[in-house]
C-alpha cells in the first residue's frame, strides 16, 4: 500500500505560477510511477502528466506541454508539478495518482493507477 498526499494547490493568476507537490509514504518509493490529473466541475478526469519512478520517462497532456513540468526527487519521496503560465482552463481540482510497474511507459489512463491522493484545488484568476 501506498499513501499520497497532495499540497501546493490555491490561487494563482494568468501568466504566474505554481508548484503543487505529491509525497508518497508507505511502501518504497522504487517502482512508483506517479501520474497527476486534473477534474473541473462539470468535466471527466483527464491526464494532465506522468512520471516513470527512474524518473527518465515523461508525459505530458498536449494542453500543458511546454507550461508544467514533471519531476520526482526520490530521496523524498515526492513528485512535483510546476505549473508555469498558467491559464484559466487550468482551473481544477488537481490529483495524484500511484502505480507501481516496472515498465518504461507512462500510461494515460485513471484506471492504470490504482492509488490516489485526496486532491488538491488550483483556480487560476485574476
Known amino acids: 500500500q501506498v499513501q499520497l498526499v497532495e499540497s501546493g494547490g490555491g490561487l494563482v493568476q494568468p501568466g504566474g505560477s505554481l508548484r503543487l507537490s505529491c509525497a508518497a509514504s508507505g511502501r518504497t518509493f522504487s517502482y512508483l510511477g506517479i501520474g497527476w490529473f486534473r477534474q473541473a466541475p462539470g468535466n471527466e478526469r483527464e491526464f494532465v502528466s506522468g512520471?516513470?519512478?527512474?524518473?527518465?520517462?515523461?508525459n505530458y497532456a498536449d494542453s500543458v506541454k511546454g507550461r508544467f513540468t514533471i519531476s520526482r526527487d526520490n530521496a523524498k519521496n515526492t513528485v512535483y508539478l510546476q505549473m508555469n503560465s498558467p491559464k484559466s482552463e487550468d482551473t481544477a481540482i488537481y490529483y495524484c495518482?500511484?502505480?507501481?510497474?516496472?515498465?518504461?511507459?507512462?500510461?494515460?489512463?485513471?484506471?492504470?493507477?490504482?492509488?490516489w491522493g485526496q486532491g488538491t484545488q488550483v483556480t487560476v484568476s485574476s
Open positions: 512520471i516513470r519512478w527512474t524518473g527518465g520517462n515523461t
Open positions: 495518482a500511484g502505480r507501481w510497474s516496472i515498465s518504461s511507459s507512462v500510461p494515460v489512463k485513471a484506471d492504470e493507477y490504482p492509488y
